[in-house]
T-cell receptor, first 114, second 116 residues
Framework: AQSVAQPEDQVNVAEGNPLTVKCTYS??????LFWYVQYPNRGLQFLLK??????LVKGSYGFEAEFNKSQTSFHLKKPSALVSDSALYFC????????????FGTGTKLQVIP | KAGVTQTPRYLIKTRGQQVTLSCSPI?????VSWYQQTPGQGLQFLFE???????NKGNFPGRFSGRQFSNSRSEMNVSTLELGDSALYLC???????????????FGPGTRLLVL
């Protein structure tokens, strides 16, 4: 079985400060990892993904994430937060072993304070 | 390309009724997945279809069913609605290249179902 944990229900950060949204995962094989963002009353929008290769993945809107195999983590980061980054962020994992569903974390609400 | 579209966007039903939700994937995408989103449970996987075949299923009762048509459009049906079925139902599509599970899913805006 695979799982994803987002340990923080909410993260508050001041505008202009760096932000981190945490994600850890568990899969039996190699992971495919994804970050999505959801704005109020909207569907999910893709931010970035890790498949293989460079552990630092760059995505949309200045976001990046670092894959750490030993710590089974895939934290989302941004050097300087914007008020418009305030939203709900979801981490997701899929086992590369095939025919496995995508499992989403419970989501982390990011609040950027002006 | 047009994005994923879902109809209807909002729906109000009463307990015991049944409902059908529709999803049109991005043109050329062959894989469609459905999710239920609630404040308490987060995003829960319902099922995934590829080329008209269900290739994965979540842990939902048999009241939840789906299908995919030859043009990749998908429908999900919930019979005998319960209050707890109130949720945002999200559909996502991906190219669905056979054998690859690294694909990005593109989500529709969702159908918000309220069961009274």
């Amino acid at each position: 079985a695979q799982s994803v944990a987002q340990p923080e229900d909410q993260v508050n950060v001041a505008e202009g400060n760096p932000l981190t949204v945490k994600c850890t995962y568990s899969v039996s094989g190699n992971p495919y990892l994804f970050w999505y963002v959801q704005y109020p009353n909207r569907g999910l929008q893709f931010l970035l993904k890790y498949i293989t290769g460079d552990n630092l993945v760059k995505g949309s809107y200045g976001f990046e994430a670092e894959f750490n195999k030993s710590q089974t983590s895939f934290h989302l980061k941004k050097p300087s937060a914007l008020v418009s980054d305030s939203a709900l962020y979801f981490c997701a994992v899929r086992d590369s072993g095939g025919y496995q569903k995508v499992t989403f974390g419970t989501g982390t609400k990011l609040q950027v304070i002006p | 390309k047009a994005g994923v579209t879902q109809t209807p966007r909002y729906l109000i039903k009463t307990r015991g009724q049944q409902v059908t939700l529709s999803c049109s994937p991005i043109s050329g995408h062959r894989s469609v997945s459905w999710y239920q989103q609630t404040p308490g449970q987060g995003l829960q996987f319902l099922f995934e279809y590829f080329s008209e075949t269900q290739r994965n299923k979540g842990n939902f009762p048999g009241r939840f069913s789906g299908r995919q048509f030859s043009n990749s459009r998908s429908e999900m049906n919930v019979s005998t609605l319960e209050l707890g079925d109130s949720a945002l139902y999200l559909c996502a599509s991906s190219p669905g290249l056979a054998g690859t599970y690294q694909e990005t899913q593109y989500f529709g805006p969702g159908t918000r179902l309220l069961v009274l």
